[in-house]
């Protein structure tokens, strides 16, 4: 695919004239936008070259950027055959244009020149992994690649809402992220999943049935990346929290004694994909310290998009966000209990959302506290001063990114929440408590980070640095430098 496409500001480019034709009708662009794409009748259009009359029997077609006020890019698709893709196609996120698109950087043509990437992004119901995995999938779609799901049948709905085709898992072993899988036992139905074979077989089924030409692989399904891998398949390896961790999981106990038995080596699977995309901040991670190979590469924090340029919160009128895990963890209830009694006698309001895995009836609360079973975030952490947490990399980064200090309480000791926690800690953006930490404690923790301090500074130092470093874009800029590796016609 190509280098890094540019991202085009609204105050740049040529702007479009509502004259200018577009389309195979040569209808004028505002009109073309309006009618054909659907789009709002006041937006602003603006294009790096003005588009001539598109005819049918022109050689090619490329799509420029085209902007909806100064918000959302609509992204772009570029140089196809008209044989090769229809108008409606074409015109469902873009403006038409007759001449090769060229930027004046000397951007190198894309590899992808004749037809739209086709990715398969294969994941699993495990909360956090998700968000970002959606991210970066929209952000491809908005650069006019064709994009799909595979994954566990539960997560159909919430995929499907972002506008993506979805295919269940057929040979999977079952799995439910709002299940209860307590010890050991526990631990092993995990890794049992990860290193299950099923989710292999049918991304194989589904590419043979529609072919791909690049697989996005969640990092923790061992059988999928094996089958990839064994098919010579363009793939990429999806790292959702720090690499550090991850490292540890499959260079010590048990995991990479269960993966070996199914013939699989996940750290060896990694490496050796074309891509391993690291969905957070670097300098957070402690693996970026040392070297790492050469397809292991950090996006950024995947937020799409990303929080706007925050509004400054007043501390006369503080906000707490209270959100644990959306998986079933033993502890979790009472861990919410003790810091309902800790914030309530507290001068703030406090908003929980207990997630699906937990009945948010089954709580006392005082008249400072809202229980939810569930809030989008993006409505609350604008307004909010601080976040108690479980330590998962996904809320995680979401208060960092607004700035926001937090009081974490790791719920599971095998998962990555300890180690995001003391990261945080170690920079004076956090505290970091036992999940059965009393009331009393939870209160204290939570009144230091309240007020003024180091820690807010530190917070909105941690939190420009986010929102500067778009980890959607970068991970689609990467993609889009892939090499093809044509297999139009299966992988068996």
């Not at 439910?176 to 010890?183: F, L």
């Not at 990346?225 to 363009?234: E, F, G, I, R, Y």
């Not at 937090?406 to 599971?412: D, G, K, N, S, T």
């Not at 408590?433 to 009144?447: D, F, N």
């Amino acid at each position: 695919m190509a280098a890094p496409r540019p991202r085009v500001p609204m105050s740049s480019g040529v702007a479009m004239s509502t004259e200018i034709a577009c389309g195979p009708s040569g209808m004028p662009a505002r009109e073309f936008a309006t009618r054909v794409m659907g789009a709002d009748p006041g937006l602003q259009l603006r294009a790096l070259a003005v588009p001539p009359l598109l005819t049918a029997d022109s050689p090619g077609i490329i799509v420029v950027d085209m902007m909806v006020g100064s918000a959302r890019d609509l992204g772009s698709v570029r140089d196809h055959r008209l044989d090769e893709i229809t108008l409606e196609q074409v015109a469902v996120r873009a403006v038409v244009c007759l001449e090769p698109w060229a930027h004046p950087s000397g951007a190198t043509p894309s590899p992808w020149r004749h037809h739209m990437a086709r990715i398969l992004f294969v994941t699993w119901d495990g909360g956090g992994n998700v968000p970002p995995a959606l991210g970066i999938a929209t952000e491809a779609r908005n650069r006019g690649h064709q994009v799909r799901f595979l994954g566990h049948a539960q997560q159909r709905r919430r995929i499907e809402r972002h506008g993506f085709r979805f295919t269940p898992y057929v040979h999977a072993r079952p799995w439910q992220s709002t299940t209860n899988h307590p010890g050991i036992t526990g631990l092993y139905q995990s890794l049992a999943v990860f290193t299950d074979a099923g989710p292999g077989i049918d991304l194989l089924d589904t590419v043979a049935r529609e072919p791909i030409d690049v697989v996005v692989v969640d990092c923790l399904l061992y059988g999928a990346l094996q089958a990839a891998a064994d098919a010579h398949l363009t793939r990429v390896t999806l790292v959702h929290t720090y690499y550090e961790f991850m490292y540890q999981g499959v260079t010590r106990g048990v995991t990479p004694v269960m993966a070996r038995l199914k013939g699989q080596r996940p750290l060896r699977l990694w490496t050796s994909s074309d891509l391993a995309l690291v969905t957070t901040d670097k300098d957070l991670d402690p693996a970026s310290h040392r070297s790492l190979p050469a397809s292991v590469h950090y996006t950024g924090v995947v937020r799409h998009p990303m929080p706007s340029p925050l509004t400054p919160v007043s501390e006369r009128d503080p906000l707490i966000l209270v959100s644990l895990s959306s998986l079933n963890f033993d502890g979790q209830q009472r861990a919410l209990q003790n810091i309902l009694e800790a914030v309530g006698g507290l001068p703030a309001h406090t908003v929980v959302t207990t997630g699906p895995s937990v009945d948010p009836t089954g709580f006392t609360a005082g008249p400072n506290t809202e229980v939810h079973g569930y809030v989008p975030h993006e409505q609350i952490l604008p307004t909010a001063t601080l976040v108690i947490g479980h330590g998962g990399h996904d809320t995680t980064m979401r208060a960092l990114a607004h700035d926001l200090p937090l009081v974490i309480l790791p719920i599971h000791p095998a998962l990555d929440q300890k180690m995001i926690g003391r990261s945080l800690e170690q920079r004076g953006v956090a505290r970091c408590l036992r999940k059965t930490a009393a009331p009393e404690r939870i209160r204290s923790a939570v009144g230091k980070l309240l007020v003024a301090g180091p820690h807010r500074t530190t917070a909105a130092t941690l939190g420009a640095r986010i929102r500067a470093h778009d980890g959607a874009v970068h991970a689609a800029d990467l993609i889009d430098q892939l090499p093809i590796r044509e297999r139009r016609r299966g992988v068996r």
